[in-house]
């Protein structure tokens, strides 16, 4: 097995730096997520390590070589595209085995190695059709197959399961993740799908604007976001980040009250976190409700801003009520508002 090491990584385009100082482990057999929007660098990362394109600055090590400057074939790694990159006139069989043959492995171990590939993602039947006698799923699967048959340690994964309609992504994802178990793959795994990346990674790398937002495990994003980015990014539905006002302070007794204080935070909470009170609270009107089957989705206008909650099953709530929503001080996060960083529990308590 082999780990991805990426020591203060630049990539520019002539006067377009389009990452800056990327630092990141992927241990051995880890599966580590790169998140993040469109335009964020993550796809861009990805070729870094893959070779498709070569770092500006830094170094990028594979099994503890640095390999910044070699082409892809000398890496040892595989790689599945967002578009599959099949052959439409090769069958199943053939696409599967093109790197073997282009190596020139030895037939005998092609055809071992074909079967217990096919027999692993359940392609044995489909061996002798084409990519357009699949569906999506199916092609899914042969480009995971290529990648398999290769026996290397490292394989690379850019949005993979994009083009499949909502169903069919959730189980391969799920199929993806028990393979890179079984087989005790390093994958370095590219999507902009949060819900994706919180099901299937070991590590998960948030990226903004070409810089590593944050870094931790599925439940370090959820539980503990560094930014207020993180914490509004991670979550469906996301993360409440609200500008403290006269009413929502009403609430806190325990914040700073002078005006200058006030200004200085953003306040978060997860949707699941607030509550409706009988009693006091922030004060607030229904705007819309969804129901979802185990939950309920309230999105309500106190003010200028909107809070999310959700109930569980269906609520007997309609646009226009209006509610008060309780916001118990355990749940709160609190954030800088010029810079957006997290504020530690024992500072800002404090500070009341």
Not at 67 to 88: E, G, H, T
Not at 270 to 282: H, K, Y
């Amino acid at each position: 097995m082999s780990s991805i090491i990426l020591k203060d990584v630049c990539k520019s385009w002539d006067s377009t730096q389009v990452l800056k100082n990327i630092n990141f482990e992927c241990k051995n057999g880890n599966l580590l997520v790169l998140l993040g929007p469109s335009g964020c660098g993550k796809s861009t990362t990805l070729r870094l390590i893959a070779g498709l394109e070569i770092p500006t600055s830094g170094i990028v090590e594979i099994d503890n070589r640095d390999v910044s400057n070699l082409p892809p074939v000398k890496r040892n790694i595989s790689m599945v595209f967002q578009n599959y990159a099949l052959f439409p006139h090769l069958t199943v069989a053939e696409n599967i085995l093109f790197g073997l043959k282009a190596r020139r492995v030895p037939k005998k171990e092609q055809k071992k190695r074909l079967k217990d590939t096919a027999d692993l993602l359940g392609l044995s039947d489909f061996l002798g059709r084409r990519p357009a006698q699949l569906s999506g799923g199916q092609r899914q699967r042969v480009a995971l197959g290529r990648s398999i048959v290769a026996q290397v340690s490292v394989c690379l994964m850019d949005e993979p399961l994009s083009n499949l309609d909502a169903k069919l992504r959730q189980e391969m994802r799920q199929e993806i993740r028990a393979l890179q178990q079984r087989l005790k793959m390093t994958m370095i795994y590219v999507t902009h799908d949060q819900v994706e990346a919180m099901t299937i990674a070991d590590k998960i790398i948030l990226m903004k604007d070409g810089e590593i937002e944050q870094h931790g495990t599925p439940e370090d994003l959820y539980n503990q976001p560094a930014t207020a980015f993180t914490g509004n990014f991670i979550g469906n539905p996301p993360m409440n980040i609200l500008t403290p006002d006269s009413q929502i302070m009403s609430a806190f007794s325990y914040l700073p009250r002078s005006p200058d204080s006030i200004s200085a935070y953003l306040l978060g909470i997860r949707p699941e976190n607030v509550e409706i009170s009988e009693d006091s609270g922030i004060e607030s009107s229904v705007m819309t409700t969804e129901y979802l089957g185990a939950d309920s989705l309230i999105v309500c206008r106190s003010g200028e801003q909107t809070i999310t909650l959700t109930v569980k099953g269906k609520a007997d709530i309609t646009a226009g009520d209006f509610l008060k929503l309780d916001l118990k001080p355990k749940h709160i996060h609190l954030f800088d508002r010029e810079s957006g960083m997290r504020l530690e529990d024992s500072a800002w308590r404090k500070a009341s």
